[in-house]
């Protein structure tokens, strides 16, 4: 089945620091990647979605130059943390699926966990 | 506006049945997904259905009326394994998938 491959599992790091997290598909070609954020005991939220070779559109509410997404290739996206702050530590998830629509769906990342001190 | 609506949390027998509602109202439809996510990780997906009717996986089956904008997510045999949070999803007219708050399910021997 589809493979999704997400970077690191975990990561704590100071405040100020930039964290880069990569989420590649091991075994078919993303058109379409997701990023999302999840806080405890909550419902997944939307950061953005990125297709290939296109900037990546956000969601309301999220900050384009905090979060900076590269999909520069049909089976790698890179989420970038810039300067994070302690109100970023999340779980950080990305999804890739094959196909715009149809009946494909998402496959996600086994997430992120992001802990900024 | 777009809401997916299914209850919070449920609780159920071990080798037992258990039924997940999901309502919905988006802007179009493209197709509805049932997910599966223990906590701490990431969902992983168990179902599609895009045509009305009864799609069965296994002991897990989903059902779609598109007409009534609900579907549900069927649970036999219920294993302690199967608690986890249950996340329903639809696909709208933009192909951007709407997601429900999740449904937790809670088995008890």
């Known amino acids: 089945g589809a493979v999704v491959s997400q970077h690191p599992s975990w990561v704590i790091c100071k405040s100020g620091t930039s964290v880069k997290i990569e989420c590649r598909s091991l075994?078919?070609?993303?058109?379409?990647m997701f990023w999302y954020r999840q806080f405890p005991k909550q419902s997944l939220m939307l950061m953005a979605t990125?297709?290939?070779?296109?900037?990546?559109?956000?969601e309301q509410g999220v900050e384009k130059d905090k979060f900076l997404i590269n999909h520069a290739s049909l089976t790698l996206s890179t989420l970038t943390v810039t300067s994070a702050h302690p109100e970023d530590s999340s779980f950080y998830i990305c999804?890739?699926?094959?196909?715009?629509?149809?009946?494909?769906?998402?496959?996600f990342g086994d997430g992120t966990r992001l802990s900024i001190l | 506006g777009q809401n997916i609506d299914q209850p919070t949390e449920m609780t159920a027998t071990e080798g037992a049945i258990v039924q997940i509602n999901c309502t919905y109202q988006t802007s179009g439809f493209n197709g509805l997904f049932w997910y599966q996510q223990h906590a701490g990780e990431a969902p992983t997906f168990l179902s599609y259905n895009v045509l009305d009717g009864l799609e069965e996986k296994g002991r897990f089956s989903s059902f779609l009326s598109r007409s009534k904008g609900y579907s549900y997510l069927l649970l036999k045999e219920l294993q302690m394994k199967d608690s986890a949070s249950y996340l329903c999803a639809v696909r709208d007219s933009n192909y951007q998938l709407i997601w429900g708050a999740g449904t937790k399910l809670i088995i008890k021997p």
């Open positions: 075994d078919f070609q993303a058109t379409t």
């Open positions: 990125s297709n290939e070779g296109s900037k990546a559109t956000y």
């Open positions: 999804s890739a699926s094959h196909l715009r629509g149809g009946n494909q769906p998402q496959h």
